[in-house]
């Protein structure tokens, strides 16, 4: 079955720095990759969509300079956190789907915590 | 009131027990999802239904389109089954409307 993976599966960082999260599809190409962020006991909350080699589309609220997102290649797709605060501590997970169908698979998840 | 409505939104089960799970959802849909998410996050896609009924080993999903519901069935349930289960439907995007999770607990 197809194959998503997250890199870092976990990372603590400073208030201040800035992290990097990195979203693979391992054997099948992904044009459109999903970023959601979980806080505790609640749902997926969609971010952004990440679209191979145009600029990601973001969901009302979320700050695309704040949560920048490089969609490079059909394979990878990358979630910046900038200057990262404690509240942006959270569960980061993405999707990808699999071109020209709805079937997304999702990776294991990050979890990142500012202090 | 949410688009994707799923009941009940906690259960406790006993080992063997046979469970379901509702999803309701009140917009015109391309396509349902199951999904389970594990304690330590990760999420596993069970089905994708538009129509009709779909098997898979103790787990078992339907969907009535003219009703707008959909069912998730386990069999014979097990511990290992305990997690989040999510309903989620694509309404004309690619985006998912996610229902709002069922945490089943199955005691041995």
């Known amino acids: 079955g197809a194959v998503v993976s997250q890199h870092p599966s976990w990372v603590i960082c400073k208030s201040g720095t800035s992290v990097k999260i990195e979203c693979r599809s391992l054997d099948f190409q992904a044009t459109t990759m999903f970023w959601y962020r979980q806080f505790p006991k609640q749902s997926l909350m969609l971010m952004a969509t990440?679209?191979?080699?145009?600029?990601?589309?973001?969901e009302q609220g979320v700050e695309k300079d704040k949560f920048l997102i490089n969609h490079a290649s059909l394979t990878l797709s990358t979630l910046t956190v900038t200057s990262a605060h404690p509240e942006d501590s959270s569960f980061y997970i993405c999707?990808?789907?699999?071109?020209?169908?709805?079937?997304?698979?999702f990776g294991p998840g990050t979890r990142l915590t500012v202090t | 009131k949410n688009e994707v409505e799923q009941s009940p939104q906690n259960l406790t089960a006993q080992e063997g027990e046979f469970i379901t799970i509702n999803c309701s959802y009140s917009v015109g849909i391309s396509a349902l999802h199951w999904l389970q998410q594990h304690p330590g996050g990760g999420i596993v896609s069970l089905f994708m239904?538009?129509?009709g009924k779909k098997k898979h080993g103790r787990l078992i999903a339907t969907i009535n389109i003219q009703e707008k519901h959909s069912s998730l069935h386990i069999t014979a349930s097990h511990p290992r089954d305990s997690a989040v289960y999510i309903c989620?439907?694509?309404?004309?995007?690619?985006?998912?409307?996610f229902g709002t999770g069922t945490r089943l607990k199955v005691l041995a």
């Open positions: 990440s679209n191979e080699g145009s600029k990601a589309t973001y």
């Open positions: 999707s990808a789907r699999l071109r020209d169908t709805y079937e997304q698979y």
């Open positions: 239904l538009s129509s």
């Open positions: 989620a439907v694509f309404s004309g995007t690619y985006k998912y409307i």
